[in-house]
């Protein structure tokens, strides 16, 4: 593969305050090749803080799964309010990990992806397909696709892999074409009927609008407003496409950039106060934040930021 994930991703060790090594000593990094072929699976582990910069637009589709610890993720210098993200041809994406992070990337060449949507189509696509460049791992569809690719890493470790490329060429291709059908992007409404099936374009415009104006003062009109609907078609579409309400969504993906905020604490990319992380996300009531919280991720904003601290 001509831009493999080791010359195409430039990494930058921080010095931590009690002293991280550089790239090559960082004590417990790793980085693992789990698996080679017409798709790629590694796992890499920072062993300290770090920033990991594409050096060049991608001419493959990165999909960055966290395993441990947490970060931030931009695409096109553009923040996302998860890490579980994919990264695409003609894009720059950046990651920034705790020293305690342990993520797999698992890399599809582009030309993977066009061939499996020329059988869909019928012919080749015009221009790179781009993935919604957030994966929603609370989706049944979604998670079932990730544990496609734990069993990769088990598959590639035993002896069925190097014996039987027939079986292995199958399972690449069960997870190419398993992303498109469980992840949104820009032909889901040309392949519908083949996969699962698409989220309206102006829900997946309204999620665009909360992912990018989330620090701004927005509601759900606002969202309508950019999505070129009514706020009932708005909210209609929701129920139906994402089982939830425009509020709602919106809430999550704040939730998502506090618990961000607050993992990043440990080194310096975020404030310490949980009072504060939540008012910059807008939420001004602690007690129902804190129980929105709880509910979504387990455990309490103190909880989180004490665990973050305690293993520092």
């Given at each position: 593969m001509s831009n493999s994930f080791e010359n195409n991703w430039v990494g930058s060790r921080k010095q931590g305050a009690k002293g991280a090594k550089g790239a090559k000593?960082?004590?417990?990094?790793?980085?693992?090749?789990?698996?080679?072929?017409?798709?790629?699976?590694?796992?890499?582990?920072?062993?300290?803080?770090?920033?990991?910069?594409?050096?060049?637009?991608?001419?493959?589709?990165?999909?960055?799964?966290?395993?441990?610890?947490?970060?931030?993720?931009?695409?096109?210098?553009?923040?996302?309010?998860?890490?579980?993200?994919?990264?695409?041809?003609?894009?720059?994406?950046?990651?920034?990990?705790?020293?305690?992070?342990?993520?797999?990337?698992?890399i599809i060449p582009r030309a993977a992806v066009d061939d499996a949507l020329t059988v869909r189509l019928g012919e080749p696509p015009h221009e790179p397909l781009s993935f919604e460049p957030v994966l929603d791992n609370t989706a049944a569809p979604v998670q079932g696709w990730l544990e496609l690719v734990g069993q990769l890493a088990d598959f590639a470790d035993s002896g069925?892999?190097?014996?039987?490329?027939?079986?292995?060429?199958?399972?690449?291709?069960?997870?190419?074409?398993?992303?498109?059908?469980?992840?949104?992007?820009?032909?889901?409404?040309?392949?519908a009927g083949r996969g699962t099936a698409a989220v309206p374009r102006a829900v997946r415009r309204a999620r665009d609008f909360c992912s990018e104006h989330?620090?701004?003062?927005?509601?759900?009109?606002?969202m309508a407003r950019a999505a070129g609907v009514s706020v009932r078609s708005l909210r209609e579409g929701f129920r139906q496409h994402l089982d939830t309400t425009p509020s709602a969504y919106l809430r999550g993906v704040r939730l998502g950039l506090v618990r961000r905020d607050l993992l990043a604490a440990d080194d310096g990319r975020?404030?310490?106060?949980?009072?504060?992380?939540?008012?910059?996300?807008?939420?001004?009531?602690?007690?129902?934040?804190?129980?929105?919280?709880?509910?979504?991720?387990g455990e309490t904003p103190s909880q989180t930021l004490r665990t973050v601290r305690g293993s520092d």
């Open positions: 000593g960082a004590k417990g990094g790793r980085f693992r090749c789990v698996h080679q072929g017409s798709v790629v699976l590694y796992e890499r582990g920072q062993g300290a803080a770090a920033d990991v910069t594409s050096a060049e637009p991608l001419d493959s589709y990165d999909v960055h799964i966290p395993l441990a610890g947490d970060g931030a993720v931009t695409m096109n210098r553009k923040g996302l309010f998860s890490v579980l993200g994919i990264v695409g041809p003609e894009q720059r994406g950046s990651t920034g990990r705790n020293r305690r992070n342990v993520n797999r990337i698992l069925l892999a190097a014996r039987s490329p027939l079986a292995t060429g199958h399972f690449e291709q069960l997870l190419v074409n398993g992303l498109l059908d469980v992840q949104p992007h820009t032909l889901s409404e040309a392949v989330a620090h701004e003062p927005i509601s759900a009109a606002d975020a404030a310490h106060n949980v009072t504060d992380v939540a008012m910059r996300w807008g939420f001004t009531h602690l007690g129902r934040f804190t129980g929105h919280y709880r509910a979504a991720y």
